[in-house]
T-cell receptor, first 113, second 113 residues
């Protein structure tokens, strides 16, 4: 079945450092790929998405590129801020029109000033 | 602002009891999904309702059941609570059945003692 594996946290960075959170997936065909963010005490918010190979999703300085050859969708940001501290979830939705999201376990990011 | 509201925000129950969690979908959304997020894990799909009918279910036992009402609000019912049911329960609504866009509520934190 479909699955998502993302790097274990927690990740602690200093402000303005470069961020990479690795995500790889297992799925048949070309699933849609997502990054969600969960701030403390809140639900999940869509951060970015990509629906086909080589697509780049971007939002709020975050980027991720859909790599079919490596089945990866790594999240990157060039300069993190304290306000980026949250839990980040990689997710996929299978190719069938009605399939639910499959999430990774999440990576907690803490950014210190 | 997502517009998806869940109640209650926190709940404590004892093993064997029954619980009902509620979700008010964002206006105009006819699809609602429920996810269980255990501590330190990613959300796991429970089931989905589209126009008052269940149209997808994850790997959860029958004691997890749901309803969607004509106004598209929804309930999640769990019977015979077990300690492992302790988790954050997330509701997500979508304007389309294929979940192209999902909007999550802040969740209900259930503790089973």
């Amino acid at each position: 079945g479909n699955s998502v594996t993302q790097m274990e946290g927690p990740v602690t960075l200093s402000e303005e450092a470069f961020l990479t959170i690795n995500c790889t997936y297992t799925a048949t065909g070309y699933p849609s790929l997502f990054w969600y963010v969960q701030y403390p005490g809140e639900g999940l918010q869509l951060l970015l998405k990509a629906t086909k190979a080589d697509d780049k999703g971007s939002n709020k300085g975050f980027e991720a590129t859909y790599r079919k050859e490596t089945t990866s969708f790594h999240l990157e940001k060039g300069s993190v801020q304290v306000s980026d501290s949250a839990v980040y979830f990689c997710a996929l939705r299978g190719v069938s029109g009605n399939t639910p999201l499959v999430f990774g376990k999440g990576t907690r990011l803490s950014v210190i000033a | 602002e997502t517009g998806v509201t869940q109640s209650p925000t926190h709940l404590i129950k004892t093993r064997g009891q029954q619980v009902t969690l509620r979700c008010s979908s964002q206006s105009g959304h006819n699809t609602v999904s429920w996810y269980q997020q255990a501590l330190g894990q990613g959300p796991q799909f429970i089931f989905q309702y589209y126009r008052e009918e269940e149209n997808g279910r994850g790997n959860f036992p029958p004691r997890f059941s749901g309803l969607q009402f004509p106004n598209y609000s929804s309930e999640l019912n769990v019977n015979a609570l077990e300690l492992d049911d302790s988790a954050l329960y997330l509701c997500a609504s979508s304007p389309t059945r294929n979940n192209e866009k999902l909007f999550f509520g802040s969740g209900t934190q259930l503790s089973v003692l």
